[in-house]
């Protein structure tokens, strides 16, 4: 049964940093793109960034762009999301999500697999 367990999420201060990680299981993973979105209360789930699935791509939302970057070790089955300058408004549950394809995608439903999500919490 495919996995992706998110980790790393934690509580830090305006401008701290924070590195997530995906890891999957039974997966091919070298096939799969992966992409991190993020969940605030009260808002719907928003794209945050992708990786293609040979790392040679990615994607950030504009209003992160400055401050992440995704890569990933298809040796591990992991992926990771370094955010820095973090905000109060970056406060969400992180997911990742895995996509059979060789492009880049930024949309909710073009993910095959989804883990359980991370809670980052950036207070002021």
């Known amino acids: 049964q495919v996995q992706l367990v998110e980790s790393g999420g934690g509580s830090v201060q305006t401008g701290g940093s924070l590195r997530l990680s995906c890891t999957a299981s039974?997966?091919?993973?070298?096939?799969?793109?992966i992409g991190w979105f993020r969940q605030a209360p009260g808002k719907e789930r928003e794209f945050v960034g992708t990786?293609?699935?040979?790392?040679?791509?990615?994607y950030y939302t504009d209003s992160m762009k400055d401050r992440i970057i995704i890569s990933r070790d298809n040796a591990k089955h992991t992926v990771y999301l370094q955010m820095n300058s973090l905000k109060p408004e970056d406060t969400a549950v992180y997911f990742c999500?895995?996509?059979?394809?060789?492009?880049?995608?930024?949309?909710?439903?073009?993910?095959?697999?989804w883990g359980q999500g991370t809670q980052v919490t950036v207070s002021s």
């Open positions: 990786i293609s699935s040979r790392g040679s791509t990615t």
């Open positions: 039974d997966l091919t993973f070298g096939n799969y793109a």
């Open positions: 999500a895995a996509a059979n394809t060789i492009v880049v995608p930024t949309t909710f439903n073009e993910y095959d697999y």
